[in-house]
């Protein structure tokens, strides 16, 4: 079966570092989207990982790790903005994302 | 850069009407999506479609159906609505073929989303 975990709600101060964490079980695996939604909005494309190891864009990073059916966000700096939903993506064959739950980040000053 | 639009922000319709949500698309995607968003739930699949006049059941397709008649727009048709029918429903695009792109293959770019209340 399909399934897609993260944890529910998180909270960090302004300033730390945060990791938000997802592990997967699916059929397929094409590759592993983060995308971050603010409350009431469209989820926008954050990051994408298809092999083992470390992507940095700025203060986010996304981590893969495809043999144990694991991958993370980092945030680092967190600034007030960076209060959000994130939700983690796996992608099958060439077209469908499945969707995790999403992990809501609150950060406090 | 991507953009992806939705006829309505907010509706509220009654029960067994029927109800119609429009997407349209500016970057000749060749695929787009229909999803709803409920708490606790994430995003579901309800259809998709790789081409004009394609279609593809998601995870939840009963009590809708979709349109694609041009490669631009992709209808979602709520056939008589009914009251758990009410959510947050987003529609994303996302390249099927290698093009340039803001982000890598099966990027999807997503509309701002109908939030559609059914009484």
């Known amino acids: 079966g399909q399934n897609i975990d993260q944890p529910t709600e998180m909270t960090a101060t302004e300033g730390a570092i945060v990791q938000i964490n997802c592990t997967y079980q699916?059929?397929?695996?094409?590759?592993l989207f983060w995308y971050q939604q603010h409350a009431g909005e469209a989820p926008t494309f954050l990051s994408y990982?298809?092999?083992?190891g470390l992507e940095e864009k700025g203060r986010f990073s996304s981590f893969l790790s495809r043999s144990k059916g694991y991958s993370y966000l980092l945030l680092k700096e967190l600034q007030m903005k960076d209060s959000a939903s994130y939700l983690c993506?796996?992608?099958?064959?060439?077209?469908?994302?499945?969707f995790g739950t999403g992990t809501r980040l609150q950060v406090f000053p | 850069d991507v953009k992806v639009t939705q006829s309505s922000r907010y509706l509220v319709k009654r029960t067994g009407e029927k109800v119609f949500l429009e997407c349209v698309q500016d970057?000749?995607?060749?695929?787009m999506f229909w999803y709803r968003q409920d708490p606790g739930l994430g995003l579901r699949l309800i259809y998709f479609?790789?081409?004009?006049?394609?279609?593809e059941k998601g995870d939840i397709p009963e009590g809708y159906s979709v349109s694609r008649e041009k490669k631009e727009r992709f209808s979602l048709i709520l056939e008589s609505a009914s009251t758990n029918q009410t959510s947050m429903y987003l529609c994303?695009?996302?390249?099927?073929?290698?093009?340039?792109?803001?982000?890598?293959?099966?990027?999807?770019?997503f509309g701002p989303g109908t939030r559609l209340l059914v009484l």
């Open positions: 994303a695009s996302s390249l099927l073929s290698p093009k340039t792109s803001g982000g890598p293959l099966g990027t999807q770019y």
């Open positions: 970057m000749d995607h060749e695929n």
């Open positions: 993506a796996v992608r099958e064959g060439y077209d469908k994302l499945i």
């Open positions: 699916t059929s397929g695996f094409n590759g």
């Open positions: 990982n298809v092999l083992d």
């Open positions: 479609s790789y081409d004009v006049k394609m279609k």
